[in-house]
């Protein structure tokens, strides 16, 4: 017997007539709601049976849109579902570009899953070949994060919207990190000439992400938010927008570059956003995905952003935690003391950028690091930063903070 064949025995998983139905239940103003019948089997990975996506002041009407276009953010929430369980997903209708990217984005995720079986069906009563004027138009996922705010300046010719959906990093409930991270949007676009899309949504409140993650990571060996749900759930929130403003590209940044993944001997790390799977989502004839910045380290991007901020006398606030809801970063967790010590490692100061830091901050990055160093990924990223920092070790050699760090061995155990 294969590993895959026990552990699809071992969860008892089998051939079943299980489906998910998705229904557009109605667009009211420029919010969509849809609703979902769901077969018993499949129960217990949702958390509710209807979900909504609204599109903040924009200035048309979102009924311009078809029903084929509109289905496809409910639907990619779901896929992942429906391929694991080998289960149907039943809809009225479907843009026939973005149907005939979907057998291809199954096969890309195979590739990078090969413990998983990706099998499932997608029942449709009309696929219709839509169509969008053949723009120039660009719009940019954006949360303040180092990989979105480099995608952002190294495209800043290309005259962003940047979009930014609420219920995914800042969840729906958090009124007053929602509030404060808007506001930094808001500076950032200012400061930046940009326009802003907000999107309001649900997604992440429809999907028991942690039974999933419970059956699924040991074939996975990641979660499942992570591992298969958060690329094409975030990126197909823009493709309504995307059509009734005919902006035929749409960017997400990268999470991981092609060098650090050859360290790993892997062509790319594999993840629910990765460039084999992105870049294959098309819709409408002409719209595409493109994930961007794959060529650079995070290292790489941190000094994109700081020259880039030098050099144009521009502000930047950097939201990196996953620790805290309130919109700030904690300076104490991995991916804040992470970034803090990547922008200090280009000779910037990270309280310019969003951060609070003193010396207890390298007193919490010395007693951690071991942690937030062991596991192979994380551990490259902080290889790219102790390299940076050895480019000029005589600069930082008597700097108590940062010379025990020059010196550590990070080799992966």
Known sequence: MSFKEAIFKRFNYKKRNSFIK????????????????????????FIKKSSYIEYINIGRKLNQV?????????????????????????????????????????????????????????IVKN??????????????????GVDSTSTVISN?????????????????????????????????????????LFIKSDFRKLINTGILSKKFSE???????????HGMSIISHAIPYAYLYDINNILIASTYSKSESKLLGMDEIPCA???????????????????????????????????YCDNNNKKDFLHVCWEKTDGKNCNLCEKCSRTIMGILSEKKDPNLYGFNVNDKTFENIKKNINLFSKNKVTNVLWIGIQEKFLEDIEYWNDDKNINWFLYMDLSFK
Request: hydrophobic content about 35%; proline content about 3%.
């Open 22 to 45: 998705i229904n557009i239940e109605k667009i009211s103003n420029n919010t969509v709601y849809s609703n979902m019948d769901i077969s018993n089997e499949l129960d217990e990975f």
């Open 66 to 122: 078809p029903e084929g276009i509109l289905i496809i953010p409910f639907l990619c929430n779901v896929l992942p579902i429906s391929w694991m369980f080998d289960s149907k997903i039943i809809i009225n209708e479907i843009d026939k570009t973005f149907y005939n990217s979907i057998g291809v984005i199954k096969n890309k995720y195979s590739l990078l899953y090969p413990k998983c079986d990706f099998k499932g069906e997608l």
């Open 127 to 144: 696929i219709v070949d839509y169509e969008m004027d053949n723009t120039e138009n660009y719009l940019s996922f954006f949360s303040l």
């Open 156 to 196: 800043i010719d290309k005259n962003l919207t940047l979009v930014t959906i609420r219920g995914s990093d800042i969840p729906l409930e958090e009124k007053n990190g929602w509030k404060y991270i808007s506001e930094k949007i808001a500076d950032f676009s200012n400061e930046f000439d940009l326009d802003t």
């Open 219 to 229: 074939i996975l060996e990641d979660n499942w938010w992570h591992g298969l749900q």
């Open 273 to 307: 956003s990765c460039p084999s799977v992105d870049n294959e989502i098309k819709f409408a004839k002409n719209g595409i995905v493109f994930h961007d910045g794959v060529e650079n380290s995070r290292q790489d991007k941190i000094g994109i952003i700081t020259n």
